[in-house]
Every structure is written in C-alpha cells, then in structure tokens.
C-alpha cells in the first residue's frame, strides 16, 4: 500500500513540474569571425534566458539548401535558419519557410535588405547584414577615390610600369553585372526573363572589351590574381568584396569606397548585386516563439553591434550605425553606403541558370571570339535552352508493372532453386562463408547498389527546382537527339563524347608510355640513387588532385603564368592558352599526365621487378638483341599486369572531374568540357536538373561497363 502511494505521489509530481521548453535549434553557415560574434550571442542569451536552450549547428554552405530540404519535411530539420535571400524562392516553393510575424518591424532594417526578403507582400526572413562588392583603393597610388570610372582608366601611362589602374575579375558575370546596371542592362528583368542582351549588354561589355584591350586591367584575372596584384601594390584600385580584406589583413595600405559612376553611361553609378543574409523560420519549427526570441536578439542594436565590430558583418539594422564606435569604422561604414544603393540578388530560379550563359557571352567578347551582339544573343538562346518547359509528365504503372514482374521472376526463381536438395545442401555448407563477407555485401549494397538504383529511377524523372514527376525516357531521348538541334552542336552528347574518348585514350597513352619509361629506367641496377628518384617521381600522385588541378592553372596564366615566361624567354609570342580548343585541351592534358603517370610507373616496377632474370639470361644466350628481348620478354609478361591497370586507368581519365573543371573549366566556350563535367552543370548551375544529369550518369556508366567489363582471355 504505501509502495502504491509513493508512485502516485510520484506521479502527480512530475505532472505538476514545470516542462522543459523545446530547445531552439539554429543552422547556419558562418565561419571565422561571423560564427565567433554568433557564439558571443548565444552566450549572452544563454546568461539571460537560461530556461531556453539554443541549439546552434555550422553547415558547410555547399550543402546547405540540400540538408534543408532534406530535414525540414520530415521535421528534422531547425526551427531557425540563416542563409543568403538568392535561395528565398526556391524555399518557399518547397514550403521549407512560415512567413515571419511579430519580430522588429521592417522599417527597422536598410530599404535594400528588407526589399530582397520580401515576396508577394509577405515577409519570409529578417535581414541580419548585406553584401556586395565596392572599390578598394591604394592611397600611395590613388590619393582619392575616383568619381569615374573613366578617371581609373586616364591613370593608365602614369603610374609605375607594371601597375595596372583597375583589377578585378573581368571575366566574372557577377563582378560584370555593376557596369551592365550602369548602361541600364542586368542579367534579369522583373519577371525573371533573360536581360544580358540588346543595346545596353552590348554597350556594358564593348566597355570591359576596351578595358582589357587598353591594359587597365589585367587578362583572365581570377580571385587569388586579384589579391595578389592589389596586396603587392601592382594595382591602383580592385574591385571586390568584403572578403578580399580578410586575404589582404596588413600586407598594404588599403581604403573602400563605393564603385564610382560611368561618364559613358551619362553619369550613372555602377550598381553591384547585394547579398542579404537574412534568418528564416522553419515551417516545421517545434519551438517559433523561441526562434522569433532569438531573433530579436540578433538584430537588436546590441546583437546587430556585436556582429559588426566582432563578426565584420555589414549589419542591416539601421539603427546600430549610430553606434560611435561602429561610425567610426570606415571600411564597414562604405560598405554600408555601397549596399545602400545596391541592387537586391533577384531571388527567381531562373537566375541561377543565368550565370553561365551570361559568363560564356562575356569571355567569348574578351576573347574576341565574337562581336557583342552575336554573342549576347547566343547567351539568351542558351538561357532559354536551359529553362525550357520540362517534358510533360507520364503514367509510371507500365515501369512499376514491369519492376514487380521481375521481382516475382527473381522471386520465383530463387524459390525454384532453394527447393533443390543439393542447393540447400550447399547453401548450409557455406553459411560460414556467407557470414565473413555479410557486412561486405552489406556495404557494398548500401553505398555502391542502392545509388546506382536510385541514381537510375532518378534518370527516369523530370525535377527543377522542386518539380519532381516520373517522365520515363524523355530525358535520354534529350540526350541523345541533342534537345533537338545538330547532332554535333558545342554542348551536344555526341560532341562532348568525342571530346572525352580522345581525352581518355590521349593520357591513357602517354600514362603508359611515360610510366613504363620510367620503370624501365629505374629498374636498372646500375643507377644511383634509385630510391631517391623513385620518392621524388611519386610526389606528384601523392599530392591532392585539386591543388595540382589550380597550380597548372596559374602556370598557364595569360599574362602572368610560367609557361607563357617560357615562351617570351625563347622568343615565341605567349599565348592566350583556354582561348582555343587545341591549347586548352594541351593544359588540361599536361595536369592529368603529371597526376597520372606514377601510378603507370609503380605498377609497371612491381611487374618488372617480378619476371624472373633466368629468362632474360636464355634470351642473352640464345642471341636476342635488347630490342628483342624488350619486346618477346618483358612486354608478354608486363601485359597481364597492366591489363587491369590500364581499365582501371581508362575509367579514372573518363571520370577526371577535378582536372577539366579547375583548369580549363570547359573553355573556350565549354569545348574543353567531359561528360562527367557537363553532367555536373546540368545538376548544379543549371537549375538543378537531377533528372537528366542522372541519366548522363547513366549513359557514361553503361558506356564504361561495356567497354572494360568485357572479359578477355
């Protein structure tokens, strides 16, 4: 009885007790300074709300939206989110999103970061900071800010030689996007439609056109030439973003000003495309008046403080810049003025399949591949390429019919096969061989089987941005006729297929060839110092891909790179190496052969190293020259070893992603590109065609299956 009474007491005490409230759970994608102000914060809120737990979890940015649609539907996902507004469509198609209700009003916040996070009236996200690009200036060189930018192109003569008056990355359709705003052009309208064309496109890229062609700005300029060039002092001013401060810190004297207006434009100011970064509450929050608490705090005038002059963040909430302290930071404060007068980041989806019709137009000018308006029109009929209407959607019971008959078949000839009296006998025989290999066949079933499966019924569907229905073979036949237009059209299957066999016998060839040399070369005892030569000639296999994918890169620099100073030194005119089909192939190919050839010559020492001498000594004796012996020897018996070697290379070389996309990046005009790159743009800059790139997939591994599966004698 008093056992009874204690658990009722018991009972009625945890029913009475205060409930724990549902902790909020934050994502985000800060690093460095900014994650370093946010944990300030949620310490601070932590010593004042000390009954609600936060949860702050740091994504990589690179797979944020995918961990976000992934989640949120199933109620895993943050109550709370942070992330740049480009996406804010794409999530609220999704129904990732609930619009934001009794946080800080938008007057609170700059016009420019409550606009972008605004749509159809109904506000999705409270803006935290704002960023875009403006113009850094070397007070030694340039005393002032110019007014024009027809100012920084007179400096041009004179300053000291090897200074160029402006660098920036003039290829980049996003660093470009300010001087088209000037000439009354963007890459979107309104509407979302294509806008990189007709007179003001025109106008905007003859002007970079004549940039580059005059000296004031450096050729092929990418990111790290950019800090380069401005922290050596080889350049007057740059334009960039925030985070070329953090690469710069105190290598040289710097100061910001916003980009300066365009005298040929009629005095109109070149506006840059700003980046709102804003927090978003989950559709599914478990805790919203914990998140919208939350909020509150980071946009407060203390939290939006905290992570200006701790986090370098350009904060949205007006009222902070009264703050003394943070007035007085110059670099924040310009900042603050360039985002002002910024343009918001269109938040359609089709801007996301604008870039690359956009950047491909712009390099083809650069290059003088084609006049402006020509190329700007072959842009918008990429762009419309891209975005066209999916295929329509087709009924799925013929493939679920024909996936259960041949489940049943399988079924049933498992069945058929298990009632044998010698197959059960051989089946309890081998149970404890089953049993070694089952967590084998486990995993080689959960992370090579099921993908591929999944990767195949992908292939049969149409998705973009959301859309996802059943569309059975409409995606191959895309492929394979070319979306309708010349079978060996630039971008067209057959065309970039050509391009990856003669990209996959070209280094399987000189793989072999330069590995087996080199085998052979240091097999010979007689050579000194083997063991150091062999460690030295392995170092480029051992080093990461990627790093040796960006150093070749920058050696084939136009202007700047080693092998263009080779050239000039034997008197030979450098070369513009990804502006030709033939070059950049040739740069691509020298970065794959480096990477590639130990792997040639490790294999090809181990071969040799195990053919017995007895042989090589009847061969001798019987009079065989070393030609002879070369070749009815060595090579009979290195083949069954290289065999293998050499498919396993094959499917490397037709799958080598990293080296076409870091350093040709599929130029000029994505001539350069291999089916897996180009897979890769249809997944990811294209918007988000899984479907087809899956069926890309597809195609390449049916054509690497029957290529090297076949069995030889």
């Known amino acids: 009885m ?23 759970v934050l994502w985000h994608a800060w690093r460095g300074e900014e994650q370093r102000a946010l944990d300030t914060l949620l310490a601070r809120w932590r010593r004042t709300h000390p009954e609600l737990q936060v949860d702050a ?3 990589p940015y690179d797979a944020f939206a995918a961990r976000l ?6 109620g895993h996902g943050p109550d709370v989110f942070i992330d740049s507004h480009e996406r804010l469509w794409s999530y609220r198609e999704l129904r990732l999103l609930a619009p934001w209700t009794g946080v800080t009003p938008p007057s609170a916040f700059d016009a420019t970061a409550s606009r972008a ?18 113009l850094y200036y070397n007070p030694v060189l340039l005393p002032t800010p110019p007014h024009s930018l027809e100012e920084l192109e007179a400096l041009r003569g004179r300053l000291p030689r090897g200074v160029f008056p402006l660098v920036y990355e003039v290829g980049s359709a996003y660093l470009h996007a300010p001087l088209a705003h000037a000439y009354g052009s963007g890459l979107l309208d309104e509407q979302g439609r294509y806008a990189f064309v007709g007179p003001g496109a025109e106008r905007s890229v003859e002007h970079a056109l004549r940039l580059v062609r005059e000296g004031v700005v450096p050729e092929e300029a990418g ?38 207006v365009v005298d040929g434009a009629g005095g109109r100011r070149m506006e840059p495309y700003a980046t709102v970064e804003g927090a978003y509450l989950s559709s599914r929050a478990r805790n919203p008046e914990g998140a919208r608490a939350l909020v509150e705090l980071l946009v407060s005038v203390e939290g939006a403080r905290e992570r200006a002059l701790a986090g370098r963040e350009v904060v949205a909430t007006s009222a902070a810049w009264s703050d003394p302290e943070l007035a007085r930071d110059e670099r924040l404060a310009v900042f603050r003025e360039a985002a002002l007068t ?30 402006p ?12 390429d891209v975005t066209r209407p999916l295929p329509p959607r087709k009924d799925a019971t013929g493939l679920l019919l024909a996936l259960g008959a041949l489940a049943l078949v399988l079924a049933f000839e498992a069945l058929r096969r298990g009632r044998a009296p010698e197959a059960r006998r051989a089946l309890r025989r081998s149970l404890p061989a089953y049993r070694w290999v089952a967590h084998a066949a486990l995993a080689v079933g959960l992370l090579v089987l099921l993908p591929l499966l999944l990767g195949a019924l992908t292939s049969l569907c149409a998705t973009r941005e959301g859309a996802f229905y059943y569309v059975g073979l409409a995606n191959y036949r895309d492929i394979l006729t070319a979306r309708g237009g010349a079978l060996l059209a630039s971008g067209s299957f057959y065309r970039v297929l050509a391009v990856t066999v003669l990209w996959t016998a070209a280094n399987l060839a000189l793989h072999v060839s330069l590995g087996l040399a080199l085998a052979l070369a240091l097999h010979r005892p007689s050579l000194k110092l083997r063991a150091l030569y062999r460690v030295l000639l392995i170092v480029p296999w051992a080093v990461p891909s990627y790093v040796t994918a960006l150093a070749w890169k920058g050696m084939f620099h136009r202007q700047f790179g080693a092998m263009n100073a080779l050239l000039k030194a034997v008197g030979a005119e450098p070369l513009a190496w990804f502006s030709r089909f033939s070059t950049a192939f040739a740069a691509n190919l020298a970065t794959n052969v480096w990477l590639g050839f130990p792997f040639m010559m490790v294999v090809s020492l181990g071969a040799l190293a195990a053919i017995p001498k007895d042989l090589y000594e009847a061969a001798e004796v019987d009079g065989a020259t070393a030609w002879q012996r070369f070749r009815h020897v060595t090579v009979p018996l290195l083949v069954p070893t290289l065999g293998p070697s050499v498919a396993l290379g094959a499917v490397w070389t037709f799958n080598q992603f990293n080296v076409v996309f870091l350093v040709s990046g599929g130029e000029p005009d994505g001539e350069t590109d291999i089916l897996v790159s180009e897979a890769y743009r249809w997944a990811f800059t294209r918007q988000a065609q899984y479907g087809y790139a899956a069926a890309y997939a597809v195609l390449i591994f049916g054509l690497l299956l029957v290529t090297t599966g076949r069995r030889r004698p």
């Open 2 to 24: 008093r056992r009874s009474a204690a658990l009722l007491a018991l009972a009625l005490a945890l029913w009475t007790a205060p409930v724990c409230a549902q902790p909020v």
């Open 57 to 59: 979890l740091a994504i």
């Open 69 to 74: 649609e992934a989640a949120i539907p199933h």
């Open 117 to 134: 996070l605004t749509l159809d009236g109904l506000r999705y996200g409270i803006p935290l900071s704002v960023k875009c690009v403006a």
């Open 223 to 260: 990111g790290s030439l950019v800090a380069q060039l401005f922290s050596e002092g080889r350049a007057a001013a740059a334009i960039s973003g925030p985070w070329l401060a953090a690469e710069l810190g105190d290598r040289v004297r710097y100061r910001v000003a916003p980009l300066p």
């Open 342 to 371: 910024a343009r918001p980041m269109p938040v359609r989806p089709t801007m996301r399949a604008a870039w690359e019709p956009a950047h491909r137009a712009l390099l083809k000018v650069l290059r003088g591949d084609l006049p």
């Open 373 to 384: 308006e020509a190329a700007l029109r072959e842009g918008a009929r990429r762009f419309a």
